[in-house]
């Protein structure tokens, strides 16, 4: 059975499409992804140049555990491929993923970046950093505790604090610190914000340029696409007024989080599957996939971009992941009873 040659399918179409079809297909592997699909397009079709396996993409800005929940055992979904530990440890959680236990792909990829029973596995990783003022921000090191150091009053501009990126942040700090010292930082952060909470990463790096603030907390792949966006001066100008500052816990590490990718739950091509889950798995891929998305290769020593590699020296924390999926919950009550949302000034 043959399948069109559209690599990116749009939700209404997508279900008919992957159902009648792909389901029965041989050589394709069927992706459910919350990521852009020019995103990871390069690197499926150098999985597909390498193996003459195609793949078909089905975007969703939402409610993709729950699409795979509802096609139930007709699911045509092989591979789920997403952001942050929040959304992999949710699809796990949710039951449409399944376990996979690969000597060789435990081989690529480091213990502490994928699930301990094989449900999801980190392929690249991003760093939570401090977007610094190039005008008039001096300092070149910032702790994460320093965040709260009263010398950055209203000087701090952060998005919610409840926002997946935020929460992991706050939830290494609840296994870093433990509960007392992290919620007395908290009240040190949300003393130094310069306004309440807002937007996403990037419009903090706009703040910054506007001059409403000097420092902001940000992941490390905005500031490349900010500075390479052909697109939007405006942005590139936001991109251009900061500097990436790597913030460090005591150990010395910076938090990361992970971009990664899991064997769904039916899987109808699961030997395809696996084979690309091993690809994306494989330093090469980690590279090229790490590269167009100005992520980190999870493997330490693979380099990323150019672009990536001018911010410095990443020393990625080692904390597992899967401890920071668990801090979660926590890390959310301490925002609500902080009141970090309300902003400074209540
Ligand atoms: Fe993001």
Known sequence: MKIGNARTLVAGLALAALSATSALADGVVNIYTYRQPDLIKPVLDAFTAETGIKT????????????????????????????????????KDKGVTQALVDEELNKE??????????????????ARVVYASKDRVKDTAITYADLADPKWKGKICMRSGQHDYNLALFSAALAHWGP????????????????????????????????????????????GLMRNNEKDPKEKEWGNAINVLFPTFENGLTHVNISGAALAKNAPHRDDAVKLIRFLASHPAQQVYAEKNYEYPVEPGLAPSETVKSFGTLNADTLPLVDIAKGRKAASEMVDRVGLDDGPSS
């Open 56 to 91: 078909e993409v089905l975007f969703l800005d939402k409610g993709l555990e729950e699409r795979i929940l509802a096609e139930g055992a007709n699911s045509p979904a092989d591979v789920i491929m997403t952001v942050d530990i929040a959304r992999l440890t949710s699809a």
């Open 109 to 126: 990829l480091p213990a502490e970046y994928r699930d301990p029973e094989g449900h999801w596995f980190g392929l690249t990783k991003r």
């Open 180 to 223: 007392e010292k992290t919620e007395a930082w908290m009240k040190g952060l949300k003393a130094n914000l310069a306004k309440k909470p807002d937007g996403g990463d990037r419009p903090q790096a706009g703040a910054i340029a506007a001059g409403e603030c000097d420092i902001a907390i940000g992941n490390t792949y905005y500031v």
